[in-house]
DNA sequence: AGGGGAACCCGTACGC
DNA sequence: TGCGTACGGGTTCCCC
């Protein structure tokens, strides 16, 4: 389940690897995976989505890769005779569950969704066993909408504690599901979710309206450092998560609560709790040591 | 505004 | 062993 520290660590990959790279052609394998407007958005004819899809990336150059949110942004330009990039447009790629951007040397199976050859010899494939995540083509304006509509990102500066303090304490909210609001603060899923309302001792139902200032600069300090170091071990590979050479997180050994239900908390040595109550989400935490 | 539930998928785990 | 079924997990969308 790919959150941040994961797309980030694919997109870092991808953007040293494809920058400047060239599509000779394109195949949509699966095109039950492709949105039009926004990633999430319910499915326009999937047939005319994979026509649109092939046209644009056909000859189409890699501009660059980062990533937003959840989701890995390939962004592509059309070469023209002069040599210069024009018509700009985006394929945003929210790999969910199951879906790995993966580029060549990887054995190529049933669950190949897209895959794009390189004019030199390489290809990059969208591979997605479920096939939950998606893949949506967007021109500037529907991407510029796209973004909008998404909240800061959390390893952003320009998020102080105060702006992140008025997200959290502006809402009567479960703080945990505050968090996880993509709409509010992006890229934050329930792993890492959990993780930093543990590391900062805050009980992941308490309502956001009642966790104090100090509680909260506390919290966007361990969200911070929680998804810092996640990035650098490249991501959590709890189940199915595989970076763009099918490689795994090393982040998963590091996990202080997700996953350890019944487990001694770290830090007090009580058993660490386990709900489903928390909006149907996973949810685990030190009942001793979280307040 | 926000909470509940369905829908989207299919491999996995389980019951018989 | 095989077959059938429940489940998970993030997000959107619809309804209350």
Known sequence: MPELPETETIARDLDGALRGAVVRSVEVVRSDVLRGEAPGRSRRSAAALAAEVADALTGAK????????????????????????????????????????????????????????LADGRSLRYHDVRRLGTLALLGPSAFEAWEMALGPEPLDPALTPERFSGIIRGSSRAVKSILMDQKRLAGVGNIYANEALWRARIRPTRRGERVT?????????????????????????FRDYRDAYGGRGGFAARLQAYGRAGEPCSRCG????????????????CRACQS
């Open 62 to 117: 890699v501009h660059g890769v980062s990533r937003r949110a959840k989701s890995v942004v390939i962004a592509f330009g059309t070469v023209c005779a002069g040599g210069q990039v024009e018509g700009l447009h985006r394929l945003v790629v929210t790999p969910r569950f199951t879906g790995a951007l993966l580029i060549d040397g990887t054995p190529d199976d049933a669950y190949t969704c897209l895959r794009l050859d």
């Open 213 to 237: 200032r100090v509680q909260c600069a506390l919290l966007l300090s361990e969200l911070r450092a929680v998804l810092s170091e996640s990035i650098a071990l490249r991501g959590t590979t």
């Open 270 to 285: 009580d058993a660490l709790s386990a709900t489903h109550a928390l909006e149907g989400r996973q949810t685990v935490w």
